[in-house]
């Protein structure tokens, strides 16, 4: 399961990567790029898809008027595992506390 959701990943993030709009804008090549890369690094999806949405989000934050279809694509695509990382480190991080 988990070998089949790191190369589902790297196709979505090879996908977008060669997107032609996204081809246009260097940052998100080079956001993508980075995760890409850190993913081939540690195969660990769902950090790098949390770090990822994380980098799409600010990048939105500053250029909403030039923002490519497959980077919001890839964005809910990813949104899941990205949520589901972060409450698991929260738990891990609230855990002394509660008991």
Request: proline residues 3%.
């Amino acid at each position: 399961m988990s070998e089949d959701k790191l190369k589902t990943l790297m196709e979505q993030l090879s996908s977008t990567y060669s997107d032609e709009e996204v081809s246009r804008i260097p940052e998100l090549q080079t956001i993508i790029l980075e995760a890409a890369q850190e993913l081939d690094k540690t195969s660990n999806v769902k950090l790098v898809s949390t770090k990822l949405c994380n980098a799409i989000s600010f990048y939105y934050l500053s250029n909403k008027e030039q923002f490519p279809d497959a980077i919001i694509e890839l964005y809910y695509k990813l949104k899941s595992d990205a949520e589901t990382y972060k409450g698991v480190a929260m738990s891990s991080i609230m855990f002394p506390l509660w008991f």
